[in-house]
């Protein structure tokens, strides 16, 4: 009885060992502003180089931060921007606009 319960003890082992890796390699490669520009993908893509709305990849993040506060602010009206922009608090717009920055043109 015991040698037929190596086998299922050995897979069980196995998968466990498989989905502990695969928690560490999610939480090692996805910085927080790549998961926040999931929401521009559509029109800036989520490394800031959409098709053809404003490229934002390699822009300073301080420069893009002060425009989605104004988007946030309502300053530049209600379009679909100031939406997105109230969607974030402040400390997701950092982490947001310092994705982008990052990202190569």
């Known amino acids: 009885m015991a040698s037929s319960r190596l ?13 502990s ?4 390699a999610q939480t090692a490669v996805s910085p927080p502003g790549r998961l926040l520009a999931s929401n521009c993908f559509q029109c800036h893509g989520t490394n800031g180089n959409g098709p053809g709305f404003d490229t ?3 822009k300073s993040a301080r420069k893009l931060f002060k425009e989605m506060k104004k988007y946030q602010s309502g300053k530049e009206g209600e379009g679909i921007m100031a939406s997105h922009a109230m ?11 310092q994705w982008l920055s990052q990202q190569q043109r």
């Open 7 to 19: 086998p299922l003890l050995m897979l069980t082992a196995a998968t466990a060992l498989v989905v």
């Open 56 to 58: 934002l990849a390699g």
């Open 21 to 24: 890796q695969s928690t560490i």
């Open 87 to 97: 969607g974030y608090t402040d400390a997701q717009l950092r982490e947001l606009s």
